[in-house]
C-alpha cells in the first residue's frame, strides 16, 4: 500500500467521506489494477493503480466508467420463482429459492440421471465462483455438464497450447513486450478490446525505431494503423498465410536447428506440409498480394525477440485450434519461446478466463490442468472431494453449444446459467431460445434482470458483482490479483460461490460445502494445484492483498513466475514441444450464389458484450449507438447500399437489419457486424441470428466469425422493437490522440 493509500484507510471514513481502494478490473483479461474513489455504498471514480504490473496506472474508457453501473440500477435484488411457463416472477427468500431448486433438480436426477442436468458458466466468475459449482457438478452431481462461454472465447488457444506444451497457459508476460522487436498480431482488435496491451505496444514501438508490427486482420482496425505491414486476409484463411510464412522461413533457413532437434518432436512433417504452400497459392487463398505474404514472413525471421498475440479472429473458427497451432509452430520453429521478448500469447477475453480454465471450468477438465478422462486425475480429484472414484464420469461433458442443443432435443433439462447471456452471445439464436423454451428448468444467476437470458428463467438467483464479493482472477500473463469486496451488494444478492455452497447444502452435501467465506474456497482449490504446471500453494489472500503473483508459485517464498519453459523443458513426457498439423483447407460456411458474402462478427470499442454494464453508460453507447454493418465499397455498390442506409442481411439461419457503413477499411466480399445487441433491443438488431454452429473439431470451440450471408438495401426497414436508429452510424474511429485512453471524471 502506498502511503496515500494506507493513510486513507487508517482512519475511518465518515459516511460521505471518499475512500480510496485498490481492486481488479472486471472487464477484460488484461487485467488491470484500479484504484477505486469509493462514497457510502458508490464507486465515485476509477483510476489506474500505478503499482499494477500489467497497467501501471493506465485504464481505458471501459473502466473508468464503471461507477454507473453499481449500484441498484436494473439490478436484480431478490431470488424470484415463475411457476408456470408464461406466468407472472414471484419474489421469494432465498431458502424457499434453494429448497425449490434442489426439489426440481432431485427430481430430474431421478427420473433421467445426472447427465440431464448442464451448468453454463463464465469468464468473469472469479476462481471461487468456479470451484465451488464445478466441485458440485463433476464431484457431487456427478455430471460432466459444466462448461463456460470461454469455449466461445479461449477453447481452440487452450487446445492449441497443450497440443504443442502438454499443458494450457500462456508462456509469456507483458514485460515481454518491453522486450520485443516482433508483434505478429493475428485476429486481434488490441486497440479496442485489450487496449492497455496496445498502449504497451505502441509505447514500445516508439522506445524501439527498429521494432516492427504485422497485423493480420480482415478489417483495418485501429490495431493494423499501427502495423507496418497489414494484411487484410479473407477471414478464416490464416493457415494458408501461416503455413506460407513458414515455408518461407524454411527456403531462407531462418529457422532454428538446433532448438528443433533437440526440444520438439514432429518437425518434418509439418514442415513438408508447409512446404506445399507457396507464397502464390497462399496469396490467392487469403486475398493479399504473395508479396505482402514473402515480407511478413521475413520481417518475422529477421527479428530477434518475437512475440505473437492472438485472439478471437483466431479462436472463434472451425478451425481455431489448427489456426493456434499454426502461430505456435512459427514460434518453435525459431526457437522464439522461453526467452526474454519471445513467445505465443493468446490474449484472453474475460478477465477470469484463464482463472476458468486452471480450476477446471470446462466440460473435459478437472482442478489443476487435470483431465475427466484420465483416471489418475479423477482419482486424485476424488480423493481430495472425498467421493467416491466412481461418482467422477469419465467422459467429456456437453461442450457449451452442445449442451444447447441437446436442452432443445430435450436430452438435458435442467440448464443453470451463470454470469452469461447466451439468449445475445451463442450462435444462431433460434436454437438458444428453443433451448431455453424446451428446457424443463431454467435456473438464470445474474447481477441484472431482465436480461435476454433471464426473461427466460423458472428461477431467478441475484449475484453480487464487482466489487460486491471477494476472490481471485487471473489474467492473460497467468498473473493472480485478489479482487476484494468493497461494496454491500444490494438487495439479497450473494456473492455466486455463496449461492453454490447455499443450493449444494440444500441437495444434501452440507459437509463437502460447509466453506466459510471464499478464502476457504480458495484454500481447498489451491491444494488441489499441487505438482501440477498451475501449483498456486505459494498464493494466499495475504499475500495477494500486497500485490498480484504470476503462476506457478509453488511455495510462499516463491516469488512467482514471469515465464514458462525457460529451461526448454515442456509439460510433455519426454520433455519436448509438439510440432503439430494444421490442415489445409478451412472448414467453414462457404459463399455461393444464394449467400454471395461472408460476414465476420466483434466488438466495439466501448461495449462490454452483451451490454447489461456498458449499455447503461451514456458516454460509453456514443461511438456506437445502435448496430451497423461494415461492408466494402465494392460489394455495396453490387448490392445497390448507401453509406448511413438500412440493409437487410441474411444467412442460413436468420435476419439482421442495421445501418451500412459502407468503408474501404475491410477486405472485399467481407462484412462485419457487432454482436452486442440482443433481440431484445429488437428481434433483428442480433448479430446472432445469422451465426452458425459448426465448431472447431478439437477445441468444439463454435466458428463465430465465418457465415455466408447476402445483403439487401431496405428503403424503410419494417420491423417492430425500439427505435433501430436513424442516426448516421459512421462516427466510429478514435479521433487522434487515443482519446479513448483517457480515463474521463464522471463525478
Ligand atoms: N471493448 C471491448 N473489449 C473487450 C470485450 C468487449 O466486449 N468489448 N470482450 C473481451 C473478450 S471476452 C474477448 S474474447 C476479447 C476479444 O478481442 P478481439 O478478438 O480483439 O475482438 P473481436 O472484435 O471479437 O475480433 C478481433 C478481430 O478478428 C478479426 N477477424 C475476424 N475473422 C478473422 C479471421 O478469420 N482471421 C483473422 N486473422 N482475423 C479475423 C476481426 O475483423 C476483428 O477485428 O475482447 C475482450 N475485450
Ligand atoms: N457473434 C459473436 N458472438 C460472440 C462473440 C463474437 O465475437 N461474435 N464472442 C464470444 C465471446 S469471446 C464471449 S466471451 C461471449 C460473451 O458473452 P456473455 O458471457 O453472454 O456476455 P456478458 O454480457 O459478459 O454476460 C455476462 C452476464 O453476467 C452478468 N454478470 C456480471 N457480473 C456478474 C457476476 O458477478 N455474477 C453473475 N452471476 N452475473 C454477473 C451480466 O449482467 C451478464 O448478463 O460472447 C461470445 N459471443
Ligand atoms: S484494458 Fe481491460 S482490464 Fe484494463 S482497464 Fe480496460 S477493460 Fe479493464
Ligand atoms: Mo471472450
Same mark, same amino acid.
Given at each position: ?431 438458444? #431460445? ?33 466489487? #460486491? ?54 484454500? #481447498? ?177 463454435? #466458428? ?44
Amino acid at each position: 500500500m502506498s502511503n496515500a493509500l494506507s493513510l486513507c484507510e487508517s482512519t475511518a471514513p465518515a459516511q460521505d467521506a471518499i475512500r480510496w481502494r485498490r481492486s481488479y478490473c472486471p472487464y477484460c483479461g488484461v487485467g488491470c489494477g484500479l484504484n477505486i474513489a469509493l462514497r457510502a455504498n458508490s464507486v465515485v471514480k476509477v483510476k489506474g493503480d500505478p503499482r499494477h504490473p500489467a497497467n501501471f496506472g493506465e485504464i481505458c474508457a471501459k473502466a473508468a466508467h464503471l461507477g454507473p453501473t453499481v449500484g441498484a440500477a436494473g439490478r436484480l435484488l431478490y431470488p424470484h420463482i415463475r411457476e408456470r411457463r408464461g406466468g407472472a416472477l414471484r419474489r421469494v427468500a432465498w431458502p424457499q429459492a434453494l429448497a425449490y431448486a434442489a426439489a426440481r433438480m432431485r427430481e430430474i436426477i431421478a427420473a433421467h440421471g445426472p447427465d440431464a442436468v448442464a451448468f453454463y458458466g463464465s469468464g468473469q466468475l472469479l476462481t471461487e465462483d468456479y470451484y465451488v459449482f464445478n466441485k458440485l457438478a463433476k464431484g457431487f452431481l456427478g455430471t460432466n455438464n459444466f462448461d463456460s462461454n470461454s469455449r466461445l472465447c479461449m477453447a481452440s488457444a487452450a487446445a492449441a497450447y497443450t497440443a504443442a506444451f502438454g499443458t494450457d497457459g500462456p508462456p509469456v508476460s507483458y514485460e515481454d513486450i518491453e522486450l520485443a522487436d516482433l508483434f505478429l498480431i493475428v485476429g486481434s482488435n488490441t486497440a479496442w478490446c485489450h487496449p492497455i496491451t496496445l498502449r504497451r505496444i505502441e509505447k514500445r514501438r516508439q522506445s524501439a525505431p527498429d521494432a516492427r508490427v504485422i497485423v493480420i486482420d480482415p478489417r483495418r482496425t485501429e490495431t493494423a494503423d499501427l502495423a507496418d505491414l497489414h494484411l487484410a486476409i479473407v477471414p478464416g484463411s490464416d493457415i494458408a498465410l501461416l503455413s506460407a510464412m513458414l515455408a518461407i522461413l524454411v527456403r531462407e533457413r531462418m529457422v532454428d536447428e538446433g532448438f528443433i532437434a533437440s526440444h520438439t518432436v514432429g518437425w518434418d512433417a509439418v514442415r513438408d506440409a508447409a512446404l506445399a504452400w507457396t507464397p502464390q497459392r497462399a496469396a490467392h487463398a487469403c486475398g493479399v498480394p504473395a508479396q505482402a505474404i514473402v515480407e511478413a514472413a521475413l520481417t518475422f525471421g529477421r527479428a530477434r525477440h518475437r512475440l505473437s498475440l492472438w485472439s478471437m479472429g483466431v479462436n472463434q473458427s472451425s478451425s481455431g485450434t489448427a489456426k493456434a497451432a499454426a502461430i505456435i509452430n512459427l514460434h518453435l520453429a525459431t526457437g522464439s519461446i522461453g526467452k526474454p521478448g519471445c513467445g505465443p500469447l493468446a490474449l484472453t477475453g474475460q478477465p477470469n478466463a484463464m482463472g476458468g480454465r486452471e480450476v477446471g471450468g470446462l466440460a473435459h477438465l478437472l482442478p489443476g490442468y487435470r483431465r475427466v478422462d484420465n483416471p489418475a486425475h479423477r482419482a486424485e480429484v476424488a480423493r481430495h472431494w472425498r467421493v467416491p472414484v466412481a461418482r467422477l464420469s469419465p467422459g467429456p461433458g456437453l461442450a457449451a453449444i452442445e449442451l444447447f442443443e441437446a436442452a432443445a432435443e430435450g436430452r438435458v433439462k435442467a440448464l443453470w446459467i451463470i454470469a452469461t447471456n447466451p439468449a445475445v452471445s451463442m450462435p444462431d439464436l433460434d436454437l438458444v #431460445e428453443r433451448a431455453l423454451r424446451y428446457a424443463q428448468l431454467v435456473v438464470v444467476q445474474d447481477s441484472y434482470h431482465p436480461t435476454d437470458t433471464s426473461a427466460f428463467a423458472d428461477l431467478l438467483l441475484p449475484a453480487a458483482q464487482w466489487p #460486491e464479493k471477494e476472490g481471485v482472477m487471473t489474467n492473460s500473463e497467468r498473473r493472480l490479483t485478489l479482487v476484494p469486496r468493497l461494496l454491500d451488494p444490494p438487495g439479497e444478492a450473494l456473492a455466486d460461490w455463496e449461492i453454490g455452497a447455499l443450493f449444494a447444502r440444500h441437495m444434501g452435501f452440507s459437509t463437502a460445502f460447509g466453506f466459510a467465506d471464499s478464502e476457504s474456497v480458495f484454500e #481447498e482449490y489451491k491444494a488441489l494445484t499441487a505438482h501440477t504446471p498451475v501449483d498456486i500453494r505459494g498464493v494466499s489472500y495475504e499475500r495477494l492483498r500486497k500485490g498480484p503473483l504470476q503462476w506457478p508459485c509453488p511455495a510462499p517464498e516463491h516469488p512467482g513466475t514471469p515465464r514458462l519453459y525457460v529451461d526448454l523443458r515442456f509439460n510433455t513426457p519426454d520433455g519436448r514441444a509438439q510440432f503439430n498439423a494444421v490442415g489445409s483447407v478451412d472448414a467453414g460456411e462457404k459463399p455461393d450464389s444464394l449467400f454471395p458474402l461472408v460476414l465476420t462478427t466483434g466488438r466495439v470499442r466501448n461495449q462490454w458484450h452483451t451490454m447489461t454494464r456498458t449499455g447503461r453508460v451514456a458516454a460509453l453507447m456514443k461511438a456506437a449507438p445502435e448496430p451497423y454493418l461494415e461492408i466494402h465499397p465494392l460489394d455495396a455498390a453490387e448490392a445497390g447500399v448507401t453509406d448511413g442506409g438500412f440493409v437487410e442481411v441474411r444467412s442460413r439461419r436468420g435476419l439482421f437489419v442495421a445501418q451500412a457503413r459502407v468503408t474501404g477499411e475491410i477486405a472485399r466480399g467481407v462484412c462485419f457486424a457487432p454482436f452486442h445487441w440482443g433481440r431484445a433491443s429488437g428481434p433483428f438488431k442480433a448479430a446472432n441470428n445469422l451465426t452458425a454452429r459448426s465448431r472447431d473439431p478439437i477445441s468444439r470451440q463454435p #466458428e463465430l466469425k465465418l457465415c455466408a450471408i447476402n445483403v439487401t438495401p431496405v428503403s424503410r426497414p419494417d420491423i417492430s422493437g425500439p427505435d433501430l436508429g436513424t442516426h448516421t452510424n459512421r462516427a466510429h474511429r478514435a479521433p487522434a490522440g487515443r482519446p479513448d485512453l483517457v480515463a474521463e471524471d464522471f463525478e
